[in-house]
């Protein structure tokens, strides 16, 4: 997921009520939420925004660092089709191709959301926005100043015509979202007024004033989908600077950046460079940090935390190890089924191989102690379903009953706990009474279903670490006479793979938005099931399920999004369409000594390459001011 200070957090969607299901929907769409009248320079999701008309700077930036030096990483987070192993196309708004992370840098949007605050959007190329008293028409009044690089005005038309374009031919997380977008209206030359359906979530506003404006001049001409290493041009902080496919990309600061003065920019992107080098493997990159070659580094690897940080730069000072606090988001990782396998129709079978998954003994084993086990679809928020269902929750389950598992209604489903071995004797002997139950019979060393077929696993995975990480799993997978392997690929193939959901199981890792309600769809609803490039890896496609993300979608204030999430939680939870993995309270960060970092880290992101600066005293110390 990338984690770009000026958009909303990654994936998903809008739609229908299924039949069947709208017993509990109701027929009638809710109140939208009351807006005051008139132009505002922002506008908030749920309550009152943090920041007045007159604010001069968000709270968590430094208005007064210099801008300067650069920046060199590989990317820790990233979204769309954006790969931080590898590139082949700056295109980084469509399926097509793998693109480099950081790509939005390029772009402004009409608005910018706050990263202390979890739902609230300030005007950056709109001057101001006024909310229709049904909430399903937005007018923004463009900036006179803004422009493209090339010193040229954005319009308009401009906006037009990148909306219009990402609802018809964008990543297909995009065009989901953008479903109940009705239209985009060009009022004048600096004034659009975007117009929802009635049946668009809360938060679709927020997702869409968050988009990438793109000039019409340039891409009304051009295959918008096709991938292209032709710079596009511009009108954000950074332009495309040297690049060399599929090795390195930089984006330079724009001197003259139109926006460098108004309130939502000020104290933001002060490297004069910001630097992304791509490897194929995670040792390559750790030895290019070690030697200076990058500048940051989050570490993922827990044991290479543990071991690896004893190299000289380290001992005497020059590389510092920080833990910085997540983030205030709703988290998944987990271990993926795809469900439009048929061996992965029945759930007990999936809760069956979840059983064979020893956290404990890797956490201790592999992880050197340094997590927890995720638990819920929305891991480190309000919205993971916690012991029996409350009378609230209970009010959107009940008509459900039936549809759903029994198990829904009472303690809110959790992973097993193993004695640690590695073997645990009690939990493979549930998964046998499962995959017994699911029809799988134990015939020639290996499970077998009514047609004679073996229950095969292949676990798809991008990095050889995850072949240590797997290793005990599949032994204990083989123990219930499945035959588990994991099959290696290079990183275009692998993206290539999640796009056309050619696995039969993946890990993935996601940060959703602090109000995740357009998240979902994209994840979990029916429509995004056979959509190419979706985030619907489990391939999720269940009537009840759906109901849940539409009751979801128009909740009117925190409360009733709180009590629909853990309604939402609880039946995911029940179908066990994965195998959770694990969590982290921290980022583990190690950096060369040479930056300044802003003494506030704000609770929705962690924007480090656009708050922190180069400190030219702390780099000529320590020998690194070249």
Known sequence: ???????????????????????????????????????????????????????????????????????????????????????????????????????????????????????????????????????????????????????????????????????????????????????VQIDSERQVTVNFSGKQSLLLPLFVVGLPIFPKAYWETRDFEASTLD???????YRIGKFTAPRFIEYD????????????????????????????????????FKKGALTFREEFTSKQWATGYDFPAIKDGRVIQVLFPAEKRPKLQAWFFNTRRDKFADPRTRQAI?????????????????????????????YAAKGQPGAAELKLLEPLRGQIPDTVFGEAILPPVSDGTGRDRRNRAKATKLLTAAGWVLKDGALRDAAGEALEIEFLINAPVFERVLGKFIDALKLLGIKATTRLVDPAQFQRRLLDFEFDIVGR??????????????????????????????????????????I?????????????????????????????????????????????????????????EVTWWYDEAKARAIGMDG
């Open 509 to 550: 890792a996601f940060s959703f938005s602090p109000t995740p309600i357009e998240d979902l769809s994209a994840f979990f609803r029916s429509d995004s099931r056979d959509a190419p490039g979706s985030n619907n890896y489990a391939g999720i496609a269940d009537p009840a399920i759906d109901a849940l993300i539409e």
């Open 253 to 288: 600061r724009v001197d003259d950046y139109w926006a460098r003065d108004l309130a939502v920019i000020r104290g933001h992107y002060h490297f004069n460079t910001v630097r992304l080098e791509f490897f194929r493997d995670r040792t390559t990159a750790f030895e290019a």
């Open 354 to 382: 979840g059983l064979a998954f020893d956290f404990e003994w890797t956490n201790k084993n592999l992880f050197y102690d340094s997590y927890a086990r995720a638990e819920s679809y929305f891991d480190s928020s309000a």
């Open 1 to 183: 997921m990338i984690v770009d200070p000026r958009l909303p957090t990654f994936d998903p969607v809008r739609r229908r009520l299924l039949a069947g299901a709208a017993a509990i929907a109701v027929a009638p769409l809710l109140p939208r939420m009351a807006y005051a009248a008139g132009p505002k320079h922002g506008f908030s999701v749920f309550g009152g925004m943090k920041y007045g008309a007159d604010f001069t700077a968000f709270d968590y930036v430094n208005t007064q660092a210099p801008k300067a030096g650069r920046i060199v990483i590989t990317a820790p987070n990233w979204g769309y089709n954006q790969n931080p192993n590898t590139f082949n196309t700056l295109n980084g708004h469509v399926n097509k191709g793998d693109a480099p992370p950081r790509i939005g840098f390029i772009y402004d949007s009409l608005m910018v959301q706050a990263l202390d605050e979890p739902n609230s959007a300030y005007g950056l190329v709109a001057e101001t926005v006024e909310i229709s008293a049904d909430s399903n028409a937005f007018t923004f009044r463009l900036r006179p100043q803004a422009r493209w690089h090339d010193g040229s005005a954005i319009t308009a038309e401009d906006v037009a015509f990148s909306f219009s374009i990402l609802k018809e031919k964008g990543e297909t997380s995009i065009r989901l979202r953008l479903k109940e977008m009705a239209s």
């Open 552 to 608: 979801v979608g128009q909740s009117k204030n925190q409360d009733e999004l709180v009590v629909a999430m853990r309604a939402l939680d609880r039946v995911l939870r029940a179908k066990f369409y994965i195998v959770p993995n694990w969590t982290s309270p921290n980022h583990r960060v190690a950096h060369w000594d040479i930056f300044g970092i802003p003494p506030t880290k704000p609770d929705y992101a962690f924007p480090f």
């Open 231 to 237: 710079p596009p041009p511009g009108s954000g902080p």
